[in-house]
């Protein structure tokens, strides 16, 4: 497909979409869907606020209650699914066209990735639906304790902008795998793509209410829906400043369950016998620049072993201009735009305080592409960065690297775990007595041995400390969907 050509036809529809209806919201307010490839304005997208979120919550509770979805036979569940996943990848052009331009990400990604993680996503809990069983106690023979698995109910679901789809799936999938109905609330820089996925949902036969998608703002949309008092279960992924909110919200409602998967300020660690420099130096700088830096589990603290420092970024900085941002339609581009204006304010921001606090910029540093009316950025280096710096402490979402130095593994451990957040980390070694050391002493929810960039549906993803509560992917993400019931059956045998 020639996306470029494509793009300017592309036309999207911004209604929400409940109880199976796409819909204006009840006030009938929309904003903007602007573009950052080029700043040109995309859609209108429905305004929804409490009234468009009361109605969501009550399809998908009518859904429930009647048992439309989770009272069909598993098996029928599964194929449901999968053909969801199908679809998705049968419209799978269009999605990944669509996510560049809401977004930015280069459309060969967005396609690669993005859509073909989403549907593996979906196809994978579809595949597991049948295949979980419940289990029995080893109790006294005088009674039967049946421990089942049961929907919460209604799941709400809010997501941020990075990777819309897949972070939708991760949640929608193991939620609807389970029997639960969805209210999804898309982040309001990149709401197309979850609402094409809902219509797929609905071709491929999940019954109408069971997934829904409400636009809008956080305070408008997001908070209604986290402080619903018929919302039995709060899915979040986005920062950790409204993560902290979404706990409060579910505390100060209905004690719904919250589970929230949060920023981060990955610790990549190389020593200085790491066996295969080269590759350590294409994953420091690949890894960080993969999405425009906007991956929450970006290595973006890199720390080299002091001896060694020099010869990788030297290295380093030779892959950077195979990094300078394009046309994010173009096959060839691989960093595109940032999300918006002010994301990549933000970014330019961090940078400046990079600069003003001590920081020495290697590369980039500066806005790009201006002439093209989008929002671009320069992958940027610092070296010398100290670990209280802002660029060192905070969770910039952009495409700066921050590199600081250690002397051994007692120090780098220190430097890496003084960190609010603990989402990911990396060790670089040929000592497997290091390298296991260490990985056990870093507090992170995945830690990579001599790679950045492994990863799979079949295991879990989620960080320690402020970097969130609970894990996607993996079965263990049916804990966070479903209820432990017990029954207790008596048995008074006559034999
Ligand atoms: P954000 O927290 O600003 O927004 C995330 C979502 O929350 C959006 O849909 C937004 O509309 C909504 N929201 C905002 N305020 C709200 C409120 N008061 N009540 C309810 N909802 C509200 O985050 P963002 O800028 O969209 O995303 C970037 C963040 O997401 C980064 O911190 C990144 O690390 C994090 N993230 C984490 C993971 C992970 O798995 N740990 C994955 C991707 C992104």
New binding site residues.
Partial sequence: MNTVNTAPQTRFDGRALINGQRTASVSGETFDCISPVDGRTLTTVARCAEADVDAAVAAARAAFEDRRWRGLAPAQRKRIMIRFADLLQANGDELALTETLDMGKPVKYARAVDVNSAANCIRWYGEAVDKIYDEIAPTASTALALITREPVGVVGV??????PMI?AAWKIAPALAAGNSVVL?????SPLTALRMADLALEAGIPTGVFNVVTG???E???P??LHMDVDCIA????????K??HQ?AGQSNLKRAWT????KSPNIVFADCPDLDKAVAAAVGSIFFNQG????APSRLFVEAGIKERFLEKALALVPGYAPGNPLDQATVMGAIVDKT?MNSVLRYIESGKSEGAKLLAGGEQALIETGGCYVQPTIFDGVRNDMTIARE?I?GPVLSVLSFTDAADVVRQANQSVYG?QAAVWTRDINKAHGVARALRAGTVHVNQYDEDDITVP???YKQ??VGR?KSLHAFDKYTETKTTWIRIDSPV
């Fill in positions: 809010i997501v941020p902008w990075n990777y972070m609330k898309p982040s309001e820089k703002y956080g305070a949309a997001g908070s829906l986290a979040f992924t986005g920062s950790t400043r409204v993560g909110q979404i919200m998967e949060l920023g981060g906007e991956s929450c589990n994301q969770e979402f989402l993803f989620g960080g970097s969130g996607d």
